[in-house]
């Protein structure tokens, strides 16, 4: 069973930046593939960005390519999303998963374990 607690949402100016942190509980989140992935209202779930278990491989969705950057610390149990040139469409709640097999998944029922959700607002 792994726990995930995601921080760092906010409301943000466009073209802005934040910094969105997923930190899970356990020892064994080096085995795990990490992903984020975002709803707004009335939408589907949508890929955001994943990586595999040692960060060699990495995905993102075509609308965050070039804005935004994921990344794991492994010592800290911590994968974290840098967001950059945010824009309106940008937000939604942010969700990080956890897949058990190390993989960098790129759809949601690949994820066996999720976090609460982080809201980000990104204003005009």
């Known amino acids: 069973q792994v726990q995930l607690v995601e921080s760092g949402g906010g409301l943000v100016q466009a073209g802005g930046s934040l910094r969105l942190s997923c930190v899970a509980s356990?020892?064994?989140?080096?085995?795990?593939?990490m992903g984020w992935f975002r709803q707004a209202p009335g939408k589907e779930r949508e890929f955001v960005a994943s990586?595999?278990?040692?960060?060699?491989?990495?995905n993102y969705g075509d609308s965050v390519k070039g804005r935004f950057t994921i990344s794991r610390d492994n010592a800290k149990n911590t994968v974290y999303l840098q967001m950059n040139s945010l824009k309106s469409e940008d937000t939604a709640v942010y969700y990080c998963?956890?897949?058990?097999?190390?993989?960098?998944?790129?759809?949601?029922?690949?994820?066996?374990?999720w976090g609460q959700g982080t809201q980000v607002t990104v204003s005009t």
């Open positions: 998963g956890a897949q058990k097999d190390g993989l960098a998944s790129t759809r949601p029922d690949e994820y066996a374990y």
């Open positions: 356990g020892r064994t989140f080096s085995t795990y593939g």
């Open positions: 990586l595999s278990r040692n960060g060699f491989w990495i």
